[in-house]
């Protein structure tokens, strides 16, 4: 890392993508990114996997939970590792291939000239998706459509998953009072830092479909985010707020 850079650590969650994590991890690795590895005990290997290359890579670091528990918490336990350690920023990435680790340098630089969080979006102009059948590009489309009508966000993109966060933005939010454990942690994690006050950036990315293995978005789970978003409406959001930014 050069001296005087930020210190950035990429968070990936893992449940079962012993196919991508060994290339996904390498891959970070050659932006000079430190990348903690949050796995739910897969019973593919996948932990091992990631073991194994933190041993010889003191920028590796792995943490195993008992149990499959959410993304929501596996995001939530590695941004507070990140905090704990001193980090600058920290990122959001699916260990599946999805996310191009090339987006990385320009989801931080923005996140340095914005001060907020920054998203990679796949809905502002020159953002992409490719390897998605029309049901599953209409489900993403309208779950951020109903996003922005029920909390008035003005974010393209608020289900992305591929995000920086400033250290200052996580100490703000209060990790403690998340409660989102499934994919709606996106939703919420937006709509609480519009509502201290941040900035939400969108910088344009090319999504294409995971590399190998099987999508983890199961109906219950799009009902969950529906339902939270929901939850967030109702408790006093309400659409125009935040609208500062």
Known sequence: ????????????PTYNEVENVERAIRMVRETGYDVLVVDDNSPDGTAEVAARLAKSDPGIRLEVRPHKQGLGSAYVLGFTCG??????????????GSHRPEHLPELVAAAQRCEGVVIGSRYVHEGSVSGWSWHRRLLSWSANLYTRALLGLRVRDATSGYRCYPRTV????????IVSQGYSF?????????????????????????????????????????M??????????????????
Not at 1 to 12: E, I, K, N, S, Y
Not at 83 to 96: N, P, Q, V
Not at 233 to 239: E, K
């Open 1 to 12: 890392m050069t001296p005087g850079a930020p210190r950035v650590l990429v968070v990936l």
């Open 83 to 96: 905090l704990e350690r001193g980090y600058d920023y920290i990122i959001e990435m699916d260990a599946d």
């Open 170 to 177: 996580l100490e703000a939010i209060g990790l403690d009072r």
């Open 186 to 226: 996106q939703i919420e994690m937006v709509y609480r830092c519009v509502m201290e006050g941040f900035p939400v950036c969108e910088v344009p990315i090319r999504f294409v479909d995971r590399m190998a293995g099987k999508s983890k978005v199961s109906q219950g789970e799009v009902r969950k985010a529906l």
């Open 228 to 245: 939270t978003v929901l939850w967030l409406r109702l408790r006093g959001a309400g659409p125009g707020r935040g609208s500062g930014w």
